[in-house]
């Protein structure tokens, strides 16, 4: 056991008041029903044990020992360097919580007198095995007066304003320091990496106007992709890399269409149609198109396609109904097979973890395939992060077919707000719209919308 103790002047009148302190406390307490011991500059501070014996930030830790005394607020301690915020102390007990980055461990507890100073000193003989853990934070964007206000400007991280809608994100395939992201009827953003800034993307012409999606082709053209409500009007528009996204390189007829992704493997392009439920089939090399190519069970629905890195599946959330479908894919045929329902249930918008028909949600939209280490040499190695829009978080479906919320919705109770932190005791979330996994920095970014945020999710340093 490490101590240390300050000798003052005046430690003998100090002892006699501290006495006298002890003595009137004692009897108040009498009176209430307990008694509190304060801290006796004559004896050791010691810290003989504490539980647990590892955690992370924000856990709580519980240090026995003695002479600890009976103020919160003169009591300092520090773990691995970080102060810890001390919830409860008495004489041979200290609660408090565990600090960020206390990666050294050495716990430390510091007595304070009236004015800060260091009176008594101890420390653990063990150390405190500090685990990181995944935390949300803030990666660009800017609101003001009480998260109300937010002003659209380029600029460096830090000084770029806020962001509009960001319905979709998507990292360009050749530069994954590229990051677009859809602003609906407001303005797309470009998010560089390298530069640290954020930038604004615009297009002219049919392309111009209120759009669903931002998504790249297997080569690298960026498609925008927006909803045209009459027949013969281009809906999909293709713009190639060479032009920086300015010139754009074809156009295709697609009436309803409010999603398209690219087959990772053979490159053809699947579409979503809202009023007849349809899901496309396009194929750049030959420029056919079967807008019927699969026919979902209902009409009049909002779909969003994620297709597995593998090319083996694609997951089909059906936003306005609180569903999500699969699809498998057909290598033979180049083509995905009849869909199915994976959670869910039609048109019953909620809040449920569990399997199939049991699981509830609300409004799910953009998700993304995440590799998972524990998975590895089994046939699907990879979970889905997806946003669950109206309830505020962020969830993931297991390959087994299993739904559970990943972040927000502290202590659940599903509320709005803005919170960084530990991902469900703090972290909070305003209607998030879209979801992509940062391959390059191994994080989550999250298109948190009405927040006027990028919010990551990644490994604390």
């Given at each position: 056991?490490?101590?240390?103790?300050?000798?003052?002047?005046?430690?003998?009148?100090?002892?006699?008041?501290?006495?006298?302190?002890?003595?009137?406390?004692?009897?108040?307490?009498?009176?209430?029903?307990?008694?509190?011991?304060?801290?006796?500059?004559?004896?050791?501070?010691?810290?003989?044990?504490?539980?647990?014996?590892?955690?992370?930030?924000?856990?709580?830790?519980?240090?026995?020992?003695?002479?600890?005394?009976?103020?919160?607020?003169?009591?300092?301690?520090?773990?691995?360097?970080?102060?810890?915020?001390?919830?409860?102390?008495?004489?041979?007990?200290?609660?408090?919580?565990?600090?960020?980055?206390?990666?050294?461990?050495?716990?430390?507890?510091?007595?304070?007198?009236?004015?800060?100073?260091?009176?008594?000193?101890?420390?653990?003989?063990?150390?405190?095995?500090?685990?990181?853990?995944?935390?949300?934070?803030?990666?660009?964007?800017?609101?003001?007066?009480?998260?109300?206000?937010?002003?659209?400007?380029?600029?460096?991280?830090?000084?770029?304003?806020?962001?509009?809608?960001?319905?979709?994100?998507?990292?360009?395939?050749?530069?994954?320091?590229?990051?677009?992201?859809?602003?609906?009827?407001?303005?797309?953003?470009?998010?560089?990496?390298?530069?640290?800034?954020?930038?604004?993307?615009?297009?002219?012409?049919?392309?111009?106007?209120?759009?669903?999606?931002?998504?790249?082709?297997?080569?690298?053209?960026?498609?925008?992709?927006?909803?045209?409500?009459?027949?013969?009007?281009?809906?999909?528009?293709f713009y190639s890399p060479e032009s920086n996204f300015q010139t754009q390189v074809k156009a295709i007829h697609a009436r309803g269409?409010?999603?398209?992704?690219?087959?990772?493997?053979?490159?053809?392009?699947?579409?979503?149609?809202?009023?007849?439920?349809?899901?496309?089939?396009?194929?750049?090399?030959?420029?056919?198109?079967?807008?019927?190519?699969?026919?979902?069970?209902?009409?009049?629905?909002?779909?969003?396609?994620?297709?597995?890195?593998?090319?083996?599946?694609?997951?089909?959330?059906?936003?306005?109904?609180?569903?999500?479908?699969?699809?498998?894919?057909?290598?033979?045929?180049?083509?995905?097979?009849?869909?199915?329902?994976?959670?869910?249930?039609?048109?019953?918008?909620?809040?449920?973890?569990?399997?199939?028909?049991?699981?509830?949600?609300?409004?799910?939209?953009?998700?993304?395939?995440?590799?998972?280490?524990?998975?590895?040499?089994?046939?699907?190695?990879?979970?889905?992060?997806?946003?669950?829009?109206?309830?505020?978080?962020?969830?993931?479906?297991?390959?087994?077919?299993?739904?559970?919320?990943?972040?927000?919705?502290?202590?659940?109770?599903?509320?709005?707000?803005?919170?960084?932190?530990?991902?469900?005791?703090?972290?909070?979330?305003?209607?998030?719209?879209?979801?992509?996994?940062?391959?390059?920095?191994?994080?989550?970014?999250?298109?948190?919308?009405?927040?006027?945020?990028?919010?990551?999710?990644?490994?604390?340093?």
């Amino acid at each position: 056991m490490k101590m240390r103790m300050k000798n003052h002047a005046c430690s003998f009148l100090w002892g006699m008041l501290a006495l006298i302190s002890f003595c009137f406390v004692g009897c108040k307490d009498d009176d209430e029903g307990g008694k509190r011991t304060p801290f006796d500059p004559s004896k050791p501070v010691v810290i003989s044990d504490f539980t647990p014996k590892e955690g992370g930030w924000g856990a709580r830790l519980l240090l026995y020992g003695d002479n600890f005394g009976d103020d919160p607020a003169k009591v300092k301690v520090t773990i691995g360097g970080k102060e810890a915020k001390v919830i409860t102390v008495t004489n041979e007990n200290l609660y408090c919580f565990v600090p960020r980055s206390a990666d050294a461990g050495n716990i430390e507890v510091t007595i304070l007198d009236e004015h800060g100073e260091e009176l008594a000193y101890g420390e653990a003989d063990e150390i405190f095995q500090y685990k990181k853990k995944y935390l949300a934070s803030t990666l660009v964007g800017e609101t003001y007066e009480n998260n109300t206000k937010f002003d659209i400007m380029d600029g460096p991280w830090g000084n770029c304003g806020g962001l509009e809608k960001m319905e979709w994100m998507a990292f360009d395939p050749n530069n994954p320091d590229m990051l677009y992201v859809c602003g609906g009827g407001k303005a797309h953003r470009v998010v560089n990496f390298a530069d640290q800034t954020l930038g604004t993307i615009k297009f002219t012409g049919e392309a111009s106007g209120n759009t669903n999606v931002l998504s790249f082709t297997k080569d690298g053209q960026l498609m925008v992709v927006r909803d045209i409500s009459q027949d013969g009007k281009n809906g999909i528009f293709f713009y190639s890399p060479e032009s920086n996204f300015q010139t754009q390189v074809k156009a295709i007829h697609a009436r309803g269409c409010r999603a398209a992704a690219a087959h990772p493997i053979n490159g053809e392009i699947y579409t979503t149609r809202y009023d007849k439920g349809w899901i496309g089939r396009y194929e750049p090399e030959t420029g056919d198109y079967k807008m019927d190519e699969i026919q979902m069970p209902y009409a009049s629905i909002e779909c969003y396609i994620a297709i597995h890195p593998t090319g083996q599946y694609m997951y089909i959330m059906v936003r306005n109904k609180h569903i999500i479908y699969r699809a498998d894919y057909d290598f033979d045929e180049k083509t995905f097979t009849t869909p199915y329902l994976v959670c869910g249930r039609y048109e019953d918008k909620n809040f449920k973890d569990g399997v199939g028909g049991n699981v509830r949600l609300n409004q799910p939209q953009q998700g993304c395939f995440v590799k998972n280490e524990e998975y590895a040499g089994q046939k699907d190695e990879y979970d889905f992060y997806f946003v669950d829009k109206m309830n505020h978080c962020v969830r993931t479906l297991t390959p087994t077919g299993r739904v559970k919320i990943y972040a927000g919705r502290p202590n659940g109770d599903g509320a709005t707000g803005f919170n960084d932190g530990d991902l469900r005791k703090e972290a909070r979330f305003f209607y998030p719209a879209s979801i992509v996994w940062d391959e390059k920095r191994e994080c989550l970014l999250i298109g948190d919308s009405d927040n006027h945020r990028i919010r990551k999710i990644a490994m604390e340093d």
